[in-house]
């Protein structure tokens, strides 16, 4: 009788294994990246080997920028020119419904979308120069999380991110820097990286986290950025002014092969990088009526595909040690 229960258990704890890893094959083949063409007035959708899927139907968009996917599960768009919010099933891809309403709190011009640890949505309003802070499941006004210009905010970005510290960090587009807010109060604790850092950041757009370090696209000087992670100090210029015709560079993401996509709005593409050596790889994507790419997202991120492998394999560790 032991031996057939503990067979059981072993085929349990073999199945899991095996969809775990079913589940890690999944950026290889199913996600997608999600481009919004600022210009063309769509989120366009393209597979993971670079075939155009179509785009986010359902809503006239007007300007949209930052694209998130929630803790929900359900995607979010920042719609500028309608200054509003828009939710998304990251199945169908079809439209659900505004999230935020026109005007909401007094958003004005919705560029970055976050959400905080707890759940709400955090929405960078670059005409307010703020952070307004929105409920995550009901899409009500909370609070202005970061008043209007605290700190010289001045056109916050795409690119805002709670970053591995837990803190907020801000592109303040206009004035070629980018700040850090507490990720709990909005408290201001001072200039992440400072105007001219490296003697060439201006118009900061996005900031990725890797290896130790902040990348930063610098929109009008078409290059990335590197900088520590912790200080903030100019570390190099990965991505040379232009290098594969790079011209404003805006959105960024790391791949599911560990490639930097980038985003050159100025005409119409989305370059990839070695994330290695910044060397230049070719085009990842354009076409298609595609116009003004500024953001780019990874749905699902490899990230989140590991996650749910990884809860499958502790799952399995917590009914073994049940059943023992």
Excluded at 124 to 133: E, M, T, V
Excluded at 160 to 173: E, K
Excluded at 254 to 269: H, I, P, Q
């Amino acid at each position: 009788m032991a031996a057939t229960y503990s067979g059981a258990i072993a085929m349990r704890l073999k199945t899991a294994l095996l969809s775990a890893c079913l589940v890690l094959a999944i950026p290889a083949t199913a996600a997608e990246y999600l481009v919004s063409g600022f210009g063309s007035d769509l989120v366009h959708r393209f597979g993971s080997d670079g075939a155009y899927l179509g785009e986010l139907t359902g809503f006239q968009l007007d300007g949209p920028q930052g694209v998130v996917l929630g803790p929900d599960g359900y995607l979010y768009v920042a719609n500028e020119g309608n200054h509003s919010i828009e939710r998304y099933d990251a199945k169908t891809m079809g439209h659900i419904d505004t999230f935020v309403g026109t005007g909401s709190g007094g958003l004005n011009g919705p560029t970055g979308l976050t959400f905080d640890k707890a759940g709400n949505l955090l929405v960078a309003s670059f005409n307010g120069d703020s952070i307004l802070k929105y409920d995550g499941k009901t899409g009500a006004f909370m609070s202005t999380f970061v008043a209007g210009g605290l700190g010289n905010l001045n056109g916050p970005d795409v690119g805002i991110a709670m970053a591995p510290d837990g803190n907020l960090y801000v592109p303040s587009f206009w004035n070629h820097r980018v700040l850090k807010f507490d990720g709990l109060t909005g408290d201001f604790l001072g200039a992440f990286v400072t105007n001219g850092s490296g003697g060439s950041l201006t118009q900061p757009r996005t900031i990725l986290w890797r290896d130790g370090m902040a990348w930063i696209s610098s929109d009008n000087g078409n290059k990335v950025l590197r900088f520590n992670q912790e200080t903030g100090a100019f570390v190099d210029v990965f991505i040379a002014s232009g290098s594969g015709g790079l011209s404003g560079a805006s959105g960024m993401i790391f791949d599911a092969n560990g490639d930097l996509l980038v985003t050159s709005w100025r005409n119409d593409r989305v370059l990839r990088y070695d994330s290695g050596s910044g060397a230049f790889k070719g085009i990842a994507f354009d076409g298609h009526g595609m116009d003004g790419p500024t953001f780019i997202a990874l749905v699902p991120e490899p990230a989140t595909i590991v996650g749910v492998a990884m809860g499958a394999f502790a799952m399995a560790r917590r009914r073994r040690g049940k059943a023992g």
